[in-house]
Nanobody, 124 residues
């Protein structure tokens, strides 16, 4: 059984930073592309960032490029999202996704493996 547990969310002022973590249990992690998505109140879920199984390739939504960094530690079965220069519009529940499809076009199609989400609130 695959299980994803996110942590690291919280309340931060605009301009601040947070680092989210997603620990994966199960047998897929080292071979699985990983990604972060978010859902803001009243909005659809949207893609944030993805990383290939090796960690060598990453992709980002335009809205977070240059501010967020996705990384992974395969020895710890964990993927991270370092979020800097946070803005109020980054406020959302952030979800981790495992074992989706990372396309050569640098896009990511999610799988059915989701975490429970972690709340990020950025105050102005």
């Amino acid at each position: 059984q695959v299980r994803l547990v996110e942590s690291g969310g919280g309340l931060v002022q605009a301009g601040g930073s947070l680092r989210l973590s997603c620990e994966v249990s199960g047998r897929i992690f080292s071979n699985a592309p990983m990604a972060w998505f978010r859902r803001a109140p009243g909005k659809e879920r949207e893609f944030v960032a993805a990383v290939t199984n090796s960690g060598l390739l990453t992709s980002y939504a335009h809205s977070v490029k240059g501010r967020f960094t996705i990384s992974r530690d395969n020895t710890k079965n964990t993927v991270y999202l370092q979020m800097n220069s946070l803005k109020p519009e980054d406020t959302a529940v952030y979800y981790c996704n495992a074992d989706g499809t990372y396309y050569i076009s640098n896009t990511y199609s999610p799988s059915t493996y989701w975490g429970q989400g972690t709340q990020v609130t950025v105050s102005s």
